[in-house]
C-alpha cells in the first residue's frame, strides 16, 4: 500500500505539470490573453501591451509557449503573492480566488453529504425488493428528478419559496450590507442553491447505488449467504453495501475533486459568489493571470481525490491489493 501511494505521489507530479501545460495553451489559443488585455483597456499603447506580455511571460513561437508556460509555472510555485496581477484592476489573484473557493465548499459540500448520503442510502433500501412499490416510487423520482436540469429547477425554487412565498432569500452567501458572521442568515442563504444541487446530486446516486447492488445480488457469495439461511437484510448489511460501494467510489472520488470547479449553473442563477461565478467573470474577460491558478488548483484536487478513491478499493474490499 506505502509503495503505491508513493509512486502515485510520484507520478503526480509530472502529470500536473503535463495537464496544466496543455491547459496554458488552451487558454492562451482560446482567449487570447494579448487581445483581451487590449480590449480590457481601450486606451492602452501598444508599448504597454508589450511590458503586459513581457510580465505575463507570453513570448511568440512554439517554444514560446514552453518557456512562458515554466516562467509561469515557476512564479506560481513561489506563492500567491507573486502571481501576475489580473487585467481588470490589476487587483490580487489569491484573495477573490480564496474566497470563492471557501464559499463553494461550503455550498458543495452540504449538497454533497445531504445529496451522498439520501442518494445511497434511498439506492439501497429501493434494492432490498426489487420491483416492490419502494422501489418503483424511488426509481420514478429518481428519474423525474434527474432529468429537470439545475437552471429548471433553480429558477423554480425562487419564484415559488423566495419570490411568492418570501420564506427564503433568494440567494448569495448574505444580503446586500450585511456585516460579520451570521450562521442563520448564512444557512437560510445557503437552503434554496443546497436543494437545487441536492436534487440532482440524490437522483444519481440513488440509481447508481440500486444498480450496483442488483449486480452484487447475483453474485455467488450471495447466493451462498442466502443458503446459510441469512435474512435478505442481513446479506445487504454484511456483503451487499460493502462490495457495491467498490464501483461507487470511483464516482463519489470524481465527484467530490470536481467540488472546487464550481457549480456555475446554480451559482449563476443564485448570485451566489462562488467558483463557478468566479471562472464566467475572468473567462468572460479572457484574464489569464486569474484563470490559470483557479484551473491548476481543480486540475491538483480531480487528482488527488482519484487517489483517495484507489485507496478506499482496499479499505472495501480486501481481496485487491495494490502492488
Known amino acids: 500500500m506505502i509503495r503505491f501511494v508513493v509512486r502515485r505521489l510520484l507520478w503526480l507530479v509530472p502529470t500536473v505539470v503535463l495537464i496544466t501545460f496543455m491547459v496554458y495553451v488552451f487558454v492562451r489559443i482560446g482567449w487570447n490573453p ?64 480564496r474566497g470563492a473557493i471557501f464559499n463553494t465548499l461550503r455550498l458543495a459540500g452540504v449538497a454533497a453529504v445531504l445529496g451522498i448520503s439520501l442518494g445511497l442510502s434511498l439506492g439501497t433500501l429501493a434494492a432490498r425488493k426489487p420491483g416492490g412499490i419502494f422501489d418503483t416510487v424511488v426509481n420514478m423520482l429518481a428519474y423525474f428528478a434527474g432529468a429537470i436540469p439545475p437552471f429548471v429547477s433553480g429558477v423554480v425554487l425562487q419564484l415559488v419559496f423566495a419570490v411568492e412565498l418570501g ?80 464501483p461507487m467510489a470511483t464516482v463519489i472520488g470524481l465527484d467530490l475533486g470536481q467540488l472546487i470547479g464550481g457549480l456555475i449553473i446554480t451559482e449563476n442563477i443564485f448570485n451566489y459568489p462562488g467558483t463557478g461565478k468566479y471562472f464566467i467573470k475572468h473567462a468572460t474577460s479572457g484574464d489569464l493571470p486569474a484563470l490559470m491558478p483557479f484551473l491548476v488548483l481543480l486540475i491538483i484536487s480531480v487528482l488527488v481525490f482519484n487517489l483517495l478513491a484507489d485507496l478506499s478499493y482496499a479499505k472495501l474490499d480486501p481481496r485487491i491489493r495494490l502492488a
Open 34 to 97: 494579448e487581445a483581451s488585455y487590449a480590449r480590457n483597456n481601450t486606451r492602452v499603447t501598444p508599448a504597454k501591451i508589450q511590458q503586459y506580455k513581457n510580465a505575463n511571460f507570453l513570448y511568440d513561437g512554439a517554444w514560446g509557449y514552453v518557456r512562458g508556460y515554466f516562467r509561469w509555472l515557476w512564479q506560481f510555485a513561489h506563492g500567491p503573492d507573486e502571481w501576475q496581477r489580473t487585467i481588470k484592476g490589476r487587483s490580487l489573484v489569491w484573495p477573490e480566488l
Open 167 to 246: 420564506w427564503l432569500p433568494d440567494g448569495r452567501v448574505y444580503p446586500p450590507g450585511n456585516r460579520g458572521f451570521d450562521l442563520w442568515l448564512m444557512t437560510k442563504h445557503l437552503i434554496l442553491p443546497v436543494t437545487a444541487v441536492a436534487i440532482q446530486t440524490i437522483s444519481g446516486y440513488a440509481r447508481f447505488m440500486r444498480a450496483s447492488l442488483l449486480d452484487v445480488r447475483s453474485m455467488d457469495y450471495v447466493r451462498t449467504a442466502r443458503a446459510k439461511g441469512l435474512t435478505e437484510w442481513q446479506i445487504l448489511r454484511r456483503h451487499g453495501v460493502r462490495n457495491a460501494m467498490i
